[in-house]
């Protein structure tokens, strides 16, 4: 079953085009990561989905139910942590997880789920003397209430610290494994990487890749950086790596060369190098990292 299917979705605000043509499955069980640069259109997205604006035109169906027609339906079964949750300053965090098991009519236990997310110390605080990533805590232990079925974050990590951003990986998971959905929005790629099993791109408002980690790293190729010291580096030994097939960007620095290629041509530079004179040191060699393939999406180079 689907979890989240958006249908051909625009929505337009006069003449800004938040999201557009926008379609997307959200399987039952998996643990979605939405990323995208500012303005692309996460916040939006999410917000059609639990029905707090409509969309211009498409649909959306939520664990099966009409967003617009259903929405309490689906309110019931989902869980959301909504970007910059913010507290009610004079209720303490125990008021607040009581106020939300009686919204949802739910029989949670407000200690167990303060304490799940480590804030049970504060738990007769008032909640307007919480740090950022207390209050982010707070907010994540009210959307866990009456154990969802869909657990929406928005940018859950902001404010955690990195004791913090593991613990929320870890929770993402515990409710995976109980069976929950999850789909969250991030500019942090770390966080999707540790715990995604596919995710979505958006650019512009539309949707510019949606795979898996290993998928979209294939399709935006082997690329590997390629750093070579030296004790010696002839020019020419330096335009002969250029003129190499599979070759991308060489920059030197001093002794120093960085070369961007095609995975199986690495050996071919270090060859070239000692042919042609250089002396080499030492190499090491990087993989394209999760930035740069969230780079390599936004900016418009590479389509799905
Ligand atoms: N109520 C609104 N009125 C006018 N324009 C809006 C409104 N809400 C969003 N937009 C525009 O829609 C686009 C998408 O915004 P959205 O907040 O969905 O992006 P986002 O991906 O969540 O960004 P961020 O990562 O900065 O939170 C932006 O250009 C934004 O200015």
Do not use: W
């Not at 999707?192 to 791109?201: F, K, P, Q, S």
């Amino acid at each position: 079953m689907t979890a989240i299917r958006l249908d051909g979705v625009t929505k337009r605000y006069g003449d800004v085009t938040a999201v557009n043509d926008l379609s997307l499955d959200v399987k039952e069980g998996e643990v979605f990561g939405f990323l995208g640069p500012n303005g692309a259109g996460k916040s939006t997205t999410i917000d059609l989905v639990l029905d707090f604006i409509r969309p211009t035109s498409g649909t959306v169906t939520v664990l099966g139910h009409d967003a617009q027609a259903e929405s309490i339906e689906i309110r019931n079964r989902t869980g959301v942590l909504p970007e910059g949750f913010s507290v009610y300053d004079r209720l303490t965090g125990m008021q607040h997880l009581e106020f939300a098991i009686e919204a949802k009519d739910a029989d949670d236990d407000p200690a167990e789920l303060l304490d799940r997310v480590d804030i049970l110390d504060a738990a007769d605080r008032k909640a307007g003397g919480y740090s950022k990533g207390m209050a982010q805590r707070l907010g994540l232990a009210m959307a866990l209430v009456g154990t969802p079925d869909l657990l929406i974050l928005d940018e859950p990590s902001s404010g955690l610290d990195p004791t913090g951003a593991r613990e929320m990986r870890e929770i993402i998971r515990e409710e995976q494994e109980r069976g929950a959905t999850v789909f969250f929005s991030s500019h942090i790629l770390g966080q999707v990487e540790a715990v995604c099993d596919r995710v979505g791109i958006l650019r512009d408002g539309e949707l510019v890749a949606e795979d898996s980690i290993e998928g979209l790293r294939a399709n935006v190729g082997d690329g590997t950086t390629l750093r070579v010291e030296t004790t010696s580096l002839p020019s020419a030994a330096v335009q002969q790596v250029r003129d190499i097939d599979g070759v991308g960007g060489v920059e030197r620095d001093g002794e120093t060369l960085t070369v961007d290629c095609d995975r199986n041509v690495k050996t071919t530079v270090i060859t070239t190098l000692e042919n042609a004179g250089a002396t080499v040191a030492d190499f090491d060699t990087e993989e394209a990292s999760l930035e740069d393939l969230f780079v390599a999406y936004t900016r418009g180079g590479v389509t799905a």
